[in-house]
């Protein structure tokens, strides 16, 4: 039995505090036509399943919280039961994707059976059929669910076969086999402390220059819980979404990252504040240089672990400069802010919380997971997530992945949530909002879009003075 993180623990509490929050991600892929049937569909995905074993096992909890609960194989599995099948309604547009990934990415996920469900989507224009994938949060952080496009769809027209299939679940643990492996876990946690810190020991010189960089990024974060100036982009939310997206070029991106010396990540988060700046301006709100923090995951992976269905990410807290007029300056701003708190070492503080919470006793961990959660959180006002995805073409049942729509949930306050996503060429951002105070959704990407087009005419204005 392995055991969730108090990372993707997490994410599961802060569903128990909220009765609001769907902690769920997922994206809309588009393909080509013509539609396959939903059948081959079905068996496509029962085919792939001995390549991602989590998508086989259930949670399983442990009296008293005595551990994290643990991933075990589900006795009841039915792939049925997570592949469905939709139609859109005509004419099968924008507004209805929105309604549809609105609906199906705010629905709670039965914990009693494995966190993921595929949609079959029909009915959109041009013959072309859709994938909405939806993986709950303490199962996968972006990049290990991009990951998993590797393994359910294909690099060539051709299918792949798929591999043997075995597969027969292990007998599910009772009680007294869980509870007395969470005591183990109680017990042992504190030797692999200890071993750990004397790995640290032995070689002392890179041990003082982590705590060293723990410590200044900690006292950056720190610096994090003064509460944000109040503005429409927080507030109290329900349950409800909406949903829309804007795709724009990646090679424009890439352009105005040579221009101007900075990195694609800064580009995108400089249009974001663009597209925050006009929607605040729309709202007659004028726009305050601490109206508007984000939460930056950061994936904390070493190479290799891409594959690895859990979350590994640490954040950032940078403010966004919405109350700066010109694209160039917020462009500068951006990138200033975002190398100053990796120089302080933010991000590697993240990970130092994260991995000390690895070592405690699971019960505490959780209440102060849980006391944390109950408290309105009033020092982010946005979550904005970039995840690379794939550059090269998919294939799904022999039909060409066209564009990904990424989707990222939000609670606690925030208003709008930002994920961002690359494929082939394109690079989308994915916005959700909680639907009684976003009706002006659509404000906020046209600002995106509007952003870039002005940094890319700068970059081009400056390559040919």
């Not at 990934?101 to 469900?117: F, G, I, Q």
């Not at 494929?423 to 906020?444: E, K, N």
């Amino acid at each position: 039995m392995e055991r969730l993180t108090p990372l993707a623990a997490t994410f599961l509490e802060a569903e128990d505090v909220d009765p609001n929050a769907a902690l769920a991600i997922g994206s809309f892929m588009v393909f080509e036509g013509p539609v396959p049937q939903f059948e081959e569909f079905v068996e496509s995905i029962r085919g792939r399943l001995p390549l991602i074993p989590r998508y086989r096992q259930r949670l399983r909890t442990t009296p008293l919280q005595l551990a994290a609960p643990y991933w075990v194989d589900d006795p009841n599995f039915d792939v049925r039961w997570h592949v469905r099948n939709t139609a859109l309604p005509a004419p099968g547009g924008r507004e209805e994707i929105g309604r549809l990934m609105s609906r199906v990415m705010t629905t709670r996920m039965n914990r009693e059976r494995p966190l993921w469900e595929y949609w079959f989507v029909t009915g959109l224009p041009e013959g072309r059929w859709a994938l909405l994938s939806k993986l709950h949060h303490c199962l996968a952080d972006g990049v290990s669910g991009t990951d998993l496009y590797r393994l359910v769809l294909d690099l060539a027209p051709t299918p792949t076969p798929p591999p043997p299939d075995d597969w027969s679940p292990a007998p599910m643990p009772g009680t007294l086999e869980v509870t007395a492996r969470a005591a183990w876990d109680v017990v042992s946690s504190p030797v692999a402390a200890v071993r750990s810190a004397a790995a640290g020991l032995s070689t002392p010189g890179d041990l003082v220059r982590r705590t060293a960089a723990s410590t200044r990024g900690l006292l950056s974060l720190s610096g994090a819980l003064k509460p944000i100036e109040p503005s429409s982009l927080t507030g109290i939310l329900d349950g409800t979404r909406r949903y829309d997206w804007v795709t724009v070029s990646l090679p424009e991106l890439k352009a105005v990252r040579k221009a101007f010396g900075v990195t694609v990540n800064d580009v995108a988060l400089a249009v974001i504040s663009g597209g925050f700046r006009q929607l605040l301006l729309s709202r007659g709100e004028e726009p305050s240089p601490h109206a508007l923090r984000s939460l930056v995951p950061v994936s904390s992976r070493a190479p290799g672990t891409e594959s690895i269905t859990d979350n590994r990410v640490t954040l950032m807290l940078p403010y966004l400069p919405v109350d700066i007029a010109s694209a160039t300056d917020r462009l500068r701003a951006v990138s200033d802010r975002v190398h100053s708190l990796r120089a302080q070492h933010e991000p590697e503080a993240g990970v130092s919380v994260t991995s000390a919470a690895e070592y405690g006793p699971f019960g505490p961990v959780a209440w102060a997971i849980r006391t944390a959660l109950r408290v309105p959180q009033r020092s982010v006002s946005t979550v904005t997530t970039n995840v690379p995805g794939p550059p090269v073409t998919l294939y799904g049942l022999g039909r060409e992945a066209l564009e990904v729509y990424p989707y990222v949930p939000i609670a606690d306050r925030v208003r709008i949530g930002v994920a961002m996503f690359s494929y082939r060429d394109t690079f989308t951002f994915g916005l959700t909002g909680d639907f009684p105070s976003t009706p002006d959704l659509h404000v906020l990407a046209e600002g995106i879009a509007s952003s870039l087009e002005e940094l890319v005419d700068l970059a081009e204005s400056a390559a040919t003075s």
